[in-house]
């Protein structure tokens, strides 16, 4: 249970890094693109992909390039919307990616459905319509942070299909993830120097290889506590994803003020209630 813990401490410190580090004057981009360095480094040390004998004619390097243009733009998403919606709506957004990536696998891959998982996608869907509508009449703002929130959700769950759908391709986890850091780091430093004609200052570096650390922590331990307790995927998926949404709340209530509307609270409630039917769903 405390790799659980850790991964979701870990993902939360993440959005509370980049919303702390926008506040004090520094360009999100730069950082996401410097935490792509330390990931990439960790990546390789802790899981050890076989780089050595990549296919260069076998590996689906268009999936590798779009989920490395795919990663740091649904980052720097999220960097926004904790701007402009706050860390709370923005981690139940992010968590409920997996009722969008759930029904994918549904349509497009054809998995089968029990009523308890329906149930879950159901509510896990209200629950974002909850949190859009709470913003819906906060102005120009609230514009935006609804449309950061619909990305955030539909972007992730993005993500999460095309890494299922590289790994049906055959492609090693460790292997495939380890690509897409490189893919993300080198496409990220080419648009900074592009757009801004330079790479960042050494604030910018210290905190981006900071932000990848606590990042690729996330990742890693919430794998690790999958390998430990792979005869109950339940209790990772449902502790990983509940741990994360009550220490996005706390962070907002406690670090950046943020207050619970009615609508924000029915769909924490909702989003909390439709991880925990997923998560039996898994164990039935």
Request: proline share 2%; glycine share 8%; aromatic share 10%.
């Amino acid at each position: 249970m405390e790799l659980i813990f850790t991964a979701a401490l870990c993902s939360v410190m993440v959005s509370i890094l980049l919303k702390v580090g926008k506040n004090r004057g520094l360009n999100p981009i730069h950082l996401i693109s410097w935490n792509y360095a330390s990931a990439s480094i960790l990546c390789f040390f802790w899981f050890q992909p076989d780089l050595v004998h990549v296919s260069v004619t076998e590996t689906p390097w268009w999936l590798i390039i779009a989920l490395g243009v795919l990663l740091p733009s649904v980052f720097l998403v999220l960097a926004r919307a904790l701007q402009t919606a706050g860390i709370l709506k923005t981690e139940i957004a992010q968590r409920l990616s997996v009722v969008l990536s759930l029904a994918a696998a549904y349509f497009i891959f054809q998995e089968q459905f029990n009523a308890l998982k329906l149930l879950g996608v159901a509510l896990g869907i209200i629950a974002v319509l909850s949190i859009l509508i709470s913003h819906r009449q906060q102005g120009v703002s609230g514009q935006q942070g609804m449309l950061y929130l619909a990305l955030v959700w539909g972007g992730y769950a993005l993500i999460d299909v095309l890494l299922k759908y590289t790994t049906s391709l055959g492609l090693q986890f460790a292997l495939s993830l380890n690509l897409m850091f490189i893919c993300a780091l080198l496409l990220s430093l080419i648009y900074l120097w592009v757009k801004y004609r330079n790479l960042g200052d050494a604030k910018h570096i210290a905190a981006g290889l900071l932000l990848g650390g606590l990042n690729f922590a996330n990742i890693a331990f919430y794998v690790k506590a999958h390998m430990l307790l792979k005869d109950s995927p339940a209790i990772v998926f449902a502790g990983m994803n509940i741990l994360v949404v009550i220490f996005g709340v706390l962070a907002g209530l406690i670090f950046f003020k943020e207050r619970l509307k009615p609508a924000s609270t029915v769909g924490l409630l909702l989003g909390l209630s439709s991880v925990i039917c997923l998560a039996y769903a898994m164990s039935v």
